[in-house]
């Protein structure tokens, strides 16, 4: 079974960065296609950016131009590096793995507070 952990959640001003890591056990992460989503209070959660196997990277058009995945295989981690954060990317942010090899996996989620 895969586990999937992140961190790097914090409470910014708008204007700032972090940058979120989400570290999975087992050997096959290398093949997995990974996800971050995010879900704010009363919305529904939602795709944030997706990093396939072979490093193809596609955006939400809410975060592009300041968020970017990147995965290590050596270090079986994928991360969200955001940039010019603003108020209304306050989310909890979810790891996700794409159905496959041991079907979709979502991480515990990390609280990222962005404040005005």
């Known amino acids: 079974q895969v586990q999937l952990v992140e961190s790097g959640g914090d409470l910014v001003q708008s204007g700032g960065s972090l940058r979120l890591s989400c570290a999975a056990s087992?050997?096959?992460?290398?093949?997995?296609?990974m996800d971050w989503y995010r879900q704010a209070p009363g919305k529904q959660r939602e795709l944030v950016a997706t990093?396939?196997?072979?490093?193809?990277?596609n955006y939400a058009d809410s975060v592009k131009g300041r968020f970017t995945i990147s995965r290590d295989n050596a270090k079986n981690t994928v991360y969200l590096q955001m940039n010019s954060l603003k108020p209304e990317d306050t989310a909890v942010y979810f790891c996700?793995?794409?159905?496959?090899?041991?079907?979709?996996?979502w991480g515990q989620g990390t609280q990222v507070t962005v404040s005005s």
């Open positions: 087992g050997s096959l992460f290398r093949f997995y296609v």
């Open positions: 996700h793995k794409g159905a496959g090899v041991f079907g979709e996996i």
């Open positions: 990093i396939t196997a072979a490093g193809t990277t």
